[in-house]
């Protein structure tokens, strides 16, 4: 969790619609690729090989991958059974139900769609109240816990 206290809070500012709070497609990729190079060493292997099973996804995974991106949501959520009515998905059999599956462009378009609705994650939120980009949260939340590896690393020197 990233400690907004080093986020100046920006009253006069005028607040980012939530739209434009949320991770985009290429910002979650960026941070995906990063978490799988300290993951596996820069194997490109074992990268390539994690990246071409990340899609499709279970609604389970797709709503995790929503929150990773500031999209809060729940398969209860009102809204979200009102878009999968209204979206095309593909669904497979799973243990005799049928299950929808989500790929890339269907959890972009979930997330564009449902922001709107004010459906922040506590850190989107966070980010949206000191006028940066949940993204831009992010990334300075791990650039600080690198900082606290290093210094960690430092003082057992």
């Known amino acids: 969790m990233l400690h907004y206290q080093e986020i100046p809070p920006q009253p006069d500012a005028e607040l980012p619609y939530a739209e434009d709070v949320v991770m985009t497609r290429e910002q979650f990729d960026e941070l995906y690729l ?3 190079g300290k993951i596996y060493g820069g194997d490109i292997d074992a990268m390539a090989k994690a990246i071409e099973k990340r ?6 995974a797709a709503l995790l991958e929503c929150r990773a991106r500031g999209v809060e949501l729940t398969a209860e959520c009102r809204a979200l059974e009102l878009w999968m009515e209204r979206a095309e998905l593909i669904c497979i059999e799973i ?3 049928m299950a929808p599956m989500f790929f890339a462009s269907e959890i972009d378009a979930m997330v564009a769609d449902l922001a709107h609705v004010r459906r922040l994650t506590g850190g989107a939120l966070r980010a949206r109240m000191a ?4 993204f831009e949260a992010e990334r300075r939340y791990r650039e600080h816990q690198v900082r606290l ?3 960690e690393a430092d003082a057992t020197q």
């Not at 899609?55 to 389970?60: E, I, N, T």
């Open 34 to 36: 990063d978490d799988l």
């Open 55 to 60: 899609y499709p996804k279970s609604l389970d």
């Open 95 to 97: 243990n005799g139900e």
């Open 131 to 134: 006028g940066i980009t949940f």
């Open 149 to 151: 590896a290093q210094a």
